[in-house]
């Protein structure tokens, strides 16, 4: 099973939150979350306990659609990008992204 995007992660974060907020109990909300969401009861409580520390629901960014591409960089590159994409739960595509973006930026967008 692939993971969820950052929109559906931030979409079930807020069913998860409206669910809590609508007086559910915490085993009715995970079935709810499980059945229309499509995941596992395991990960709806998953959902269901983040949920419990929000003061208000999350904003839905609409991501821009993606292309893949394919970089050879060094393997100790690699592992190095794969260590701190796994150590701060992003994929190594939104890792590059950002690290593109943080160097356009402060390149003045030359390149």
């Known amino acids: 099973m692939s993971r969820s995007t950052l929109s559906e992660r931030a979409q079930r974060l807020n069913a998860a939150f ?11 909300a995970a079935e709810a979350m499980a059945e229309q969401h499509m995941i596992s009861r395991r990960q709806a ?6 949920a419990q520390h929000l003061s208000s629901p999350v904003a839905v960014a609409v991501a821009e659609p993606t292309i893949p591409i394919t970089l050879k960089v060094p393997a100790a590159v690699a592992v190095t990008l794969r ?3 796994q150590a701060n739960d992003l994929t190594m595509g939104e890792t590059l992204t ?3 973006c943080a160097l ?3 390149a003045g967008g030359r390149g």
């Open 18 to 28: 409206h669910l809590l907020a609508d007086g559910r109990s915490l085993n009715e």
């Open 45 to 50: 409580y998953r959902y269901l306990q983040e």
């Open 83 to 85: 260590a701190y994409a």
């Open 98 to 100: 950002r690290a593109v």
């Open 104 to 106: 356009l930026t402060t």
